[in-house]
């Protein structure tokens, strides 16, 4: 005889079983503490799973606008374009960095400074060797040797113990403004240095800067006795070296001064070359031969230098570099 047995929420079957009835089972109703707890879990879960999601596409987006291949190259986009990659701070390897910067090989560069040496050797002892209105058609001819000629001379100057036109410059500092002619001034650096104190006229072949006047020095656009110190900074190079002297005695005033720096070993006698500058019209108050590079004499305007010039050769010996 089968028989059912009711019990509220389980259902047993006639074979003993038991079956469970959940929707007729009376569940405790929560707290109101329990129920915030569980609506604050769920509210966690759904922001969790909306920036999973979130996430997902923007590295979706990422990998279809193209990405870096590590070496800081582009990759080929969705249509076909490129995109430049982001910079990296990684250093390029030593080959990579040769071949993004080509250049000469050492050897070719020893070459090139040889032959940059070689031209101002040339330029320079044709300088010495040639007068002054040649010179001026040379370099006016070709501007370019000039420049040349004052990269090898700048090169020569950083060997030196003193630069010659410094001590001019500290001497011209120490005095009251004057007119100063700065004969073969080279880049003008006196007239750069002192120019606020003193009227500076700078002359040279070219005219390297704006401070320059270009014409040959035998014969430069000033009146007679407008100066008060003429100086020659190793700028007697021609040939024909009294005229620019001459010059120097027309536009001193008397008393003027003449200002000289030369290298010693073009000097075969100081005493010699002395008599000759003041047989154009200067006295010698004094004379500075401290230094064994050069040698510098300081005369003063006593006359006028003669009419006629006599031309003696031998008083300076060319200033010619060593061949190497």
């Known amino acids: 005889m089968k028989t059912k047995i009711q019990v509220s929420g389980v259902k047993v079957g006639a074979e003993g079983s038991v079956v469970s009835d959940l929707s007729r089972v009376k569940r405790p109703k929560p707290s109101g503490s329990q129920a915030q707890q569980r609506l604050k879990r769920v509210r966690e879960m759904l922001a969790a799973k909306r920036a999973k999601e979130s996430n997902t596409k923007d590295n979706s987006k990422d990998n279809s606008r193209g990405s870096d291949d590590g070496n800081g190259q582009s990759i080929c986009t969705r249509n076909g374009s490129e995109m430049p990659a982001a910079k990296t701070r990684s250093k390029p390897a030593r080959a990579n960095l040769q071949q993004a910067t080509p250049g000469l ?140 002297i001459r010059e120097a005695n027309r536009i001193l005033r008397t008393g003027g001064q003449l200002k000289i720096a030369e290298v010693v070993s073009r000097i075969s006698d100081v005493g010699v070359f002395v008599s000759e500058l003041e047989l154009q019209g200067f006295e010698l108050k004094h004379e500075d031969c401290s230094n064994k590079m050069f040698i510098m004499l300081e005369f003063v305007k006593t006359k006028p230098s003669p009419a006629k010039m006599v031309e003696k050769h031998g008083l300076l010996k060319p200033c010619i570099y060593k061949r190497r």
């Open 105 to 244: 090989s050492n050897l070719q560069r020893k070459m090139q400074q040889k032959l940059k040496g070689a031209r101002f050797r040339w330029i320079n002892e044709t300088l010495y060797t040639t007068t002054g209105d040649k010179a001026l058609e040379m370099v006016q001819g070709d501007p370019g040797i000039f420049e040349e000629y004052h990269q090898g001379f700048s090169s020569q100057v950083e060997k030196w113990p003193v630069n010659p036109v410094d001590i001019f410059i500290k001497q011209l500092q120490a005095c009251k403004p004057l007119v100063v002619a700065d004969m073969g001034c080279g880049e003008a650096k006196l007239a750069a240095v002192v120019g606020k104190v003193h009227t500076v006229h700078s002359f040279d072949l070219v005219a390297y800067n704006s401070l320059i006047t270009p014409c040959n020095i035998a014969d430069v656009p000033l009146v007679d006795s407008s100066v008060d110190v003429a100086i020659f900074c190793l700028a007697l190079m021609g040939t024909d070296f009294i005229k620019f």
